[in-house]
Each structure stands twice: as C-alpha cells, then as structure tokens.
C-alpha cells in the first residue's frame, strides 16, 4: 500500500468515526510514524509502506477513531512556533491560548513587565512562550500536579528557557512565596461541570483535574480575582 492509498484509506475511517479534521489527522499520523515532513509526504505519496509500517499506522488510526487524542499517540503539539511534549497528565495546547499569550507578551512589554506569574501550567505552554518572548524574563510557573510540572520542566529544557523559570507545586496561590509580581496570567479549568460528559471523546481523554471548572466554569476565576482584589 502506498503512503496515499494508506491516508486515504485512514481518512475515511476517522471520518465515519465522526473524527474532526480526519484528511489532516490521517496525514500527520503518517508524517509522525515516518519521520517526514508534509513536503515529504506529499511530493513521494506513492512510495510503498513496508508491511510493519502499514500494520503500525492503522493501529494507530484505529486508536484515533476511538477518541485517542492524535497528541497522545504523537506526544507533540505545536504552540507559538515551539514544539512540546504532551501526555494523557496535561491539557494539550490549544491554538486560541495563543492569543492569550500574545496579549500578555504586548501587554508586558508595554508595562515593562519582567516578573510573572502562571497560575496552572500544565504543559508549561504560557510560561514557556513568555519566557522566550520576553526579554530577560523572570517567570513563576505553578500546578497542583507534579506529573504536569515534569512535563513542564522537560518542555522548558527542550525549548532552552529552564533558566528564566521557577516551576512550583501549588494549589492556586496556596504555597507560592508571597512575593510581588508584574503580572499574574492563568488559563484554568473553565468547563461547566455539568457540561463535561458532552464533550468529544477526545476531550474527555484529558486530565479532568485541567477541565473541570465548577458548575458554572468560573470556579478558579472567583478565587484569582479574590486572592488579587
């Protein structure tokens, strides 16, 4: 079978599994279990899989129709340009925090903001793109997960910002050093309870601790803003 025959025929099967984006997921599980970049892909599509190859790749698309998060299987998400490792202990990055953390970075710079603080890490994605967009940066990154900040770290090493950051174990503000900082930012869990079991499969394949946000979603909001007024 060859590479094309193989995303389209993995296409179809996370299309009728009602899989959102099933052309892209299908070709970049191809890119990620050949090493090759989408160029590749597209300009030698009709290269021959090795029957090892073929076996793996609709392993793993059997895995994605089931609702198994494409970054699961990858352990890969790209995020302001940068690329992190991602698990079943971390909410994936999502391309509308990046706007996120690009009003902070203007907002920063504007102010002249060095120290800052990140309220519920996760992947470390928001700390991390801070400290590489922010000059001499100084940033506090916390999670009540220990598994999420190890992920944190390791992301932090690989995108060569370890030094700008202090990662901590923390419950909100309970166990960080009571210390002034220039900004506080967080992305915390913000779904409604009740609403969680209606999510995609994929969604729900997420650590709950990173979803759940009370039964109005504004649970972690009221205790920021209390803890700041």
Known sequence: MTIREAIGKGSIKLKTKNIDSPKLKARMLMQFM??????????????????????????????????IPL??????QEFMKMNFYVNKDVLIPRQDTETLV?????????IN???????????????????????K????????SIPALEIAKKN???NEVENQIVFLEADLFEGIPKEKY?????????????????????????????LD???????????????SL
Request: overall charge positive.
């Open 156 to 158: 932090a090493k690989a």
């Open 182 to 210: 220039d900004m506080i930012v967080a992305n915390p869990p913000y779904i409604k309870k009740e609403i969680i079991k209606t999510l995609d499969e994929e969604v729900k394949q997420e650590p709950l601790i990173a």
């Open 213 to 227: 946000g009370g039964w109005d979603g504004l649970d972690f909001y009221r205790k920021i803003i209390r803890y």
């Open 34 to 67: 050949l090493g090759k970049t989408r160029q590749y892909i597209l300009v030698y599509d009709e290269e021959n899989l090795s029957k090892s190859q073929e076996e793996q790749y609709f392993k793993n698309i059997e895995k994605i129709a089931k609702g």
């Open 113 to 135: 903001a060095k120290k800052i603080l990140d309220l519920c890490t996760g992947s470390g994605a928001i700390a991390i793109s801070l400290a590489k967009y922010i000059e």
């Open 137 to 144: 940066s100084q940033i506090t990154a916390t999670d009540i």
């Open 71 to 76: 970054q699961h299987i990858t352990h890969r």
């Open 102 to 110: 690009e009003e902070t970075i203007k907002i920063a710079k504007k």
